[in-house]
C-alpha cells in the first residue's frame, strides 16, 4: 500500500509543478485536465501525509520509551495507544480511499420516480419520495430542477423526473435506485387496513456529449401544448417536447419550460442519460458475476427498501440496516441513510480486492 500510496504523491507533485508550467497554462484544455486530475488526487495525498506524521509521532514516541526519563517513558506510554488507534483509522480510511473511483462519481444526476403497484396510493407516495429528494438536495446545496411530470388521478405522481446538480451528487444517490415499498393505512381506506405499494426509482448519471454520441437523424421530435392535472392545456404554444429514439425505442418527454427550444435541451439531457445507462449496463453485464452483485442495487426490479409507517420503521433490505424516524426521513434527513449504503458497498469493494478477486468501484 505504501508504495502505491508513494507513487500517487509522486504524480500529484509532477501534476501540481504543471500548473506552474506556461505550456499548460497556455492551453486550457490540457490545464482543465491536469487541475482535473490534481483535484482527484489531493484527498488521498493529504491523508496519505496525514498518515506518515502519525507514523513519524509512533516512532519518537517508541523511542522515548527506551530512554532513562521517567517523565518521558510515563507520556510515551500514555501516547502510544492513542496513536495506534490512529493509524489503524487511518489505513483503513487510505484502503478506501485507493478503491477504483466510479468515474460517474462527480456527474450530475437524472432522477426519475415512478408510481408501480397500489394505484393511487403509489402516486401519492412517489410525490412524497420525490418530495424527500429535494428536500435532501436543497440541505445538500443542490440544484433541483423538475423536467417532467405527470399526476395522478387521485394526486401525487404517476412518473416524475428531475435533475440535481451539485457535488458529488451521483457519488451520493447511487444506490437509490430500485423498488421502495411504502405500508400504510391509505387515506381513503375506510377500516384501518394496511396496504403494501410500491414505486420504482431510477438514478442515472447525466451524460456528457463526450460521453455518448447520439446521432440527430435516429431522433423523431413531436411537439405538443403542455397539459397539467386532469390534461387540461396549461400553455397556448406547443413549447412541449417529446423525443424518440428510434434505435432503443427510448421516449423522453418535458414540459416544463415555457420555451420549445429550452423543453427540448431538457429532453436531449434526458435522453443522453438513459443511452448513456444502457451501455453502462451492457459494461456491467460484461463483467464477472462477483462484480454484478456489488452493483445489483441498480436493478429496478430489486426490492431495495421499504417504509413502514405504522410502525414508524424504514428497512434496507440490502444492507440490514433499521431506523425508526420516519417524519424525519420524509422530510429528507437521509444522510445517515445513504452514507450507510456508501459504507457497505465501499467495504464490500474492499472485501473483495483483498481476497484478490474482482475490483469493483467503490
Known amino acids: 500500500m505504501i508504495d502505491k500510496l508513494e507513487d500517487v504523491e ?28 490534481r483535484a482527484g488526487l489531493e484527498k488521498l495525498v493529504e491523508a496519505f501525509r496525514a498518515y506518515r506524521k502519525v507514523i513519524s509521532d509512533m516512532e519518537e514516541v517508541e523511542t522515548w520509551l527506551g530512554s532513562g526519563d521517567a517523565d518521558e517513558k510515563a507520556f510515551a506510554r500514555e501516547s502510544l495507544p492513542g496513536l495506534k488507534e490512529q493509524r489503524e483509522e487511518m489505513e483503513a480510511s487510505l484502503k478506501i480511499l485507493l478503491l477504483p473511483k466510479d468515474p460517474n462519481d462527480e456527474k450530475n444526476v437524472i432522477l426519475e420516480i415512478r408510481a408501480g403497484a397500489g394505484g393511487d396510493e403509489a402516486a401519492l407516495f412517489a410525490e412524497e419520495v420525490m418530495q424527500m429528494y429535494l428536500r435532501y438536495a436543497d440541505r445538500r ?28 451528487v451521483f457519488s451520493n444517490m447511487k444506490y437509490e435506485s430500485g423498488v421502495h415499498r411504502v405500508q400504510r393505512v391509505p387515506a381513503t381506506e375506510t377500516q ?14 447525466e451524460a456528457e456529449d463526450v460521453d455518448v454520441q447520439v446521432n440527430p437523424a435516429d431522433i423523431e421530435m413531436q411537439v405538443m401544448r403542455s397539459t397539467g392535472s386532469g390534461g387540461q392545456s396549461v ?10 429514439h428510434h434505435p432503443t425505442g427510448i421516449v423522453v418527454k418535458c414540459q416544463q419550460e415555457k420555451s420549445q427550444l429550452k423543453n427540448r435541451t431538457m429532453a436531449m439531457r434526458m435522453l443522453r442519460a438513459k443511452l448513456y445507462e444502457i451501455e453502462q449496463e451492457r459494461i456491467r453485464n460484461e463483467r464477472d458475476s462477483a462484480r454484478r452483485a456489488q452493483v445489483g442495487t441498480g436493478d429496478r426490479s430489486e426490492k431495495i427498501r421499504t417504509y413502514n409507517f405504522p410502525q414508524d420503521r424504514l428497512t434496507d433490505h440490502r444492507i440490514g440496516l433499521t431506523v425508526h424516524n420516519l417524519p424525519g426521513v420524509m422530510a429528507g434527513d437521509v444522510e445517515d441513510i445513504l452514507t450507510a449504503c456508501r459504507t457497505y458497498y465501499q467495504a464490500e469493494a474492499l472485501k473483495a480486492q483483498t481476497a484478490g478477486g474482482s475490483k469493483p468501484s467503490a
Request: net charge neutral; aromatic share 2%.
Open 10 to 37: 509522486r504524480r500529484f507533485e509532477r501534476l501540481t509543478a504543471d500548473l506552474s508550467n506556461p505550456e499548460v497554462l497556455s492551453d486550457s484544455a490540457r490545464l482543465q485536465k491536469v487541475s482535473k486530475e
Open 141 to 168: 446545496g443542490w440544484k433541483a430542477d423538475i423536467l417532467d411530470m405527470s399526476p395522478g388521478n387521485a394526486g401525487g405522481v404517476k412518473d416524475a423526473t428531475v435533475t440535481l446538480s451539485g457535488d458529488a
Open 192 to 205: 384501518g387496513r394496511i396496504h403494501t405499494s410500491t414505486i420504482t426509482v431510477s438514478v442515472m448519471p
Open 235 to 244: 400553455n397556448t404554444t406547443d413549447s412541449a417536447v417529446r423525443l424518440i
